[in-house]
């Protein structure tokens, strides 16, 4: 028997706060291993090799599990919101369903995505247009690795996307502390003990991916022993297509703004490899604001899918409305300290000036947009979890492609602060136009038509 944590009844903060905290205590984890990461591999002059060139590959290579994430959310998003409405409804059997049909496809696309950037690694590289080929072999020590064991990526999120659906996002935080620990641990003695470098950061995160895969799993059979994984029985298509009408707008959204972004490092990549370096670093630093929102976004998709499922409709007012006091004030503390404290948080990472000088004026541009960029995640997570993914993807999708024009006319007069600003303005459209929409939907939600679709009668 499934172990299910009901969102529709009892207290609407304590119970949203159960769900949500795993999320962003899983969220912290992954910050703090990315930043971990990057620690490490700017100290790796030490074992010969290039900091700035080594920094700049990572954060090339990381493009594409970006990438990939894209086609991640195909399945995830919509496998986690059609099991949370299944909890809602009380319908036991749907959710063995589509838990079955959402990992099965996970297993597909990321075998797929696999082959590919094992194929096509180096043609992937050269779309970045990189001048210096020590970056480029850096990268070709790195992303092969990382990239032709990206299904484990797939299959683990697969598994998160069905403890999501049914509340129990405890059980991810619990797998995947274990799995960011052991990544953690590796690294030094991997990249410096070692001296593997690059190669060694690689073999530490696909390492590590495996052991976490391997605790989804028994966890997996542990509490759901009748369940068959993969069993043709348990695969259904209409489950599936149901997945895919979810999660194809936010995986087009997802795969166009990584798109996007490439585009954006092939610009930054005209100004020089110290620049590429403190574009990287500032990135993760801003990873306390997009991290914890797309955290909490996820824990907001899980509370509005289990209660539209039973029709509580107030009471998933009340859960936006507790969740946005908290999360509004935390995104202008890390506005604050991004802009107050960039120096301070570049030195973390890295010594050389001409690295840390663009670095702390990209933290305080980007700044400004941080309190927007947390209405964007708040918006989605209500979108998403009510099945109108389309909406916040559309929107994220404008917004997204407003960057090219405004980069290709900033550049010319101000150079990579273009960039920077071109950043900086789409993402407070992006956030304006979401929480207006998400404003208006939440005083119509009574007058939504919760569609009980037919492939749920075929699957009864």
Known sequence: MKKIYNLTEGSILKKLLLVA??????????????????????????????????????????????????????????????????????????????????LSLQLVLGISLSVLILLFNKQFLGIFNIQDQLIVTYALTYLPIIGGFIFIQFLNNGFMSINEGLGQTKHNLIILAIGLSLNIALDPILILVFKWGMTGAAIATVFAQGVTLILFYVFYKRNNPDIKLFNLKNLNFKAIKNILRIGIPVGIHSLLFTCISIYIATKVYLFGGDVVSAHRIGTQAEQLTWM????????????????????????????????????????????????????????????????????????????????FMMFEAVGAGLFNGLGKSYIPSINGVFGNLLRIPLVLVLINTM????????????????????????????????????????MQKSMG
Do not use: C
């Open 415 to 454: 150079d990579e602060l273009g960039i920077w600003w071109s950043v900086n303005i789409s993402s407070i459209f992006k956030g304006t136009i979401l929480i207006l929409a998400s404003v208006i939907i939440l005083f119509r939600l009574n007058k939504l038509e919760f569609k009980n679709l037919e």
């Open 21 to 102: 905290l795993p999320v962003l205590l899983t969220s912290v984890a992954q910050i703090v291993y990315n930043l971990t990461d990057m620690f490490w591999i700017g100290r790796v002059d030490g074992i010969g090799l290039d900091e700035s060139a080594a920094i700049s590959a990572i954060g090339t290579s990381s493009y594409f599990p970006w990438l990939a994430f894209g086609f991640i959310m195909i399945a995830k998003i919509g496998t986690s919101v059609k099991i949370g409405h299944s909890v809602g409804e009380n319908k036991p059997h749907d959710i063995d369903v589509y838990a079955s049909s959402g």
């Open 292 to 371: 914890i929102g797309g955290g909490f976004q996820t824990a907001i998709t899980v509370f509005v899918g289990q209660n539209f499922g039973a029709r509580q409709f107030k009471r998933i007012r009340k859960g936006i409305l507790y969740i946005s006091l908290i999360l509004i004030p935390y995104s202008i503390s890390v506005a604050a300290l991004l802009f107050f404290n960039s120096e301070w948080l570049m030195r973390v990472f890295v010594d050389d000036p001409l690295v840390i000088n663009p670095g702390i004026i990209y933290l305080k541009i980007i700044s400004l947009s941080q309190i």
